[in-house]
C-alpha cells in the first residue's frame, strides 16, 4: 500500500522519537489501532477529511476515541491540530507500521485469493513463503473474487502471478496473436 509523502515523513519523525523514547512498540500498537480504526470507519475518515470541521473538534475525536494511546501517539494528534494534517493520519499509521516492520526485519507477504484462506491453507502458505525469504514474514490475505481462483502473491517488489484470471488473460492474447 502506499502512502502520501508527507505521511511517510511524519512517520519517520514519529518512529525516531518513539525510538528515542522506547516506545516504538507501544507506539506500534496505537498506529496498528488507528490504521484498523479509520479502514473500518469510513464516517471517521471523512470527518477527518472534512475541512469545514474545526481542527479542535477533530482533536477532541481522536483523543476520546483512542483515549488508551501513549503519549508520544497523543502528540502526534496535537502536532497534527497545529499543522491542519489530520486528513494525513491513515497514511501515518500506515507508513509507521512498515518502517516498524522494516527495523524489525519483518516482511509482509500479501496473498489475494478469490475466498479467504482457512488456518490450514494460511499455515502452508505461510510456511512456503519463509522458505522463500530469509526474512521474518507476516501474511496479509485479501479476497478478491475478480481473478476468479488461484492467487496472486507479492513479497515486497516480487510478485507471483497464478490467478485463472491471468491465465485467461495469457490465453486470449496467444489466440489473438
Known amino acids: 500500500m502506499s502512502v502520501s509523502r508527507a505521511g511517510l515523513r511524519y512517520a519517520k519523525a514519529i518512529l525516531a522519537i518513539a525510538l ?16 484498523d480504526t479509520l479502514h473500518a470507519n469510513a ?33 502526534v494528534f496535537r502536532l ?19 518502517l516498524n516492520d522494516q527495523r524489525n526485519g519483518i516482511e509482509t507477504a500479501v496473498v489475494t485469493t478469490a475466498q479467504p484462506l482457512d488456518a490450514a491453507l494460511e499455515t502452508a502458505v505461510l ?11 507476516t501474511l496479509k490475505n485479501i479476497v ?3 481473478i476468479i481462483g488461484g492467487f496472486i502473491l507479492r513479497i515486497g517488489d516480487k510478485q507471483f502471478n497464478a490467478s485463472v484470471a491471468q491465465r485467461i488473460q495469457n490465453l486470449k492474447r496467444e489466440l489473438s496473436n
Open 20 to 35: 528515542d523514547k522506547n516506545e516504538a512498540d507501544a507506539v506500534a500498537v496505537d498506529m496498528q489501532s488507528i490504521a
Open 80 to 98: 497534527l491540530l497545529e499543522n491542519k494534517r489530520f486528513a494525513i493520519l491513515g497514511d501515518i499509521a500506515t507508513a509507521y507500521l512498515q
Open 127 to 137: 510456511n512456503s513463503v519463509k522458505a522463500l525469504t530469509s526474512s521474518k514474514v
Open 43 to 75: 464516517e471517521l475518515s471523512n470527518f477527518l477529511t472534512n475541512p469545514v470541521l474545526p481542527g479542535a473538534n477533530k482533536l477532541s475525536a481522536l483523543e476520546a476515541i483512542f483515549s488508551n494511546t501513549s503519549a508520544t501517539t497523543k502528540n
Open 144 to 146: 478478491d473474487p475478480s
